[in-house]
Nanobody
Framework: VQLQACGGGLVQAGGSLRLSCAAS????????MAWFRQAPGKEREFLAS????????DYADSVRGRFSISRVKITNTVYLQMDYLEPEDTAVYYC????????????WGQGTEVTVSS
């Protein structure tokens, strides 16, 4: 699976951004798609995931209620809608994929940078 993330940019605190992740290379049936982020000097952080087939989603406490993950099967695209952004959300955002029964995310996109100004 090849993943291509885009949609990052500079936004003021309180604003919104929508990240996109286009997947190609194989069927995503049986996979879980997710978004992570990594801020400078910090470890990579899980944000949200969605089951490709059933649509069940899961969120980290730090973003629940502000971020929303979704997928569009016909275009093989996963989205992360980010609202009420805070300067602490500044990071490089990555999309990733794993097999539904797998432990680790094995496919990763190249990252897209999000900067939130105060």
């Amino acid at each position: 699976v090849q993943l291509q993330a885009c949609g990052g940019g500079l936004v003021q605190a309180g604003g919104s951004l929508r990240l996109s992740c286009a997947a190609s290379g194989r069927t995503l049936s049986g996979h879980i798609m997710a978004w992570f982020r990594q801020a400078p000097g910090k470890e990579r952080e899980f944000l949200a995931s969605v089951e490709w087939s059933g649509g069940r989603s899961d969120y980290a406490d730090s973003v629940r209620g502000r971020f929303s993950i979704s997928r569009v099967k016909i275009t093989n695209t996963v989205y992360l809608q980010m609202d009420y952004l805070e300067p602490e959300d500044t990071a490089v955002y990555y999309c990733a994929a794993k097999f539904r029964l797998g432990t680790n995310y094995i496919y990763w996109g190249q990252g897209t940078e999000v900067t939130v100004s105060s």
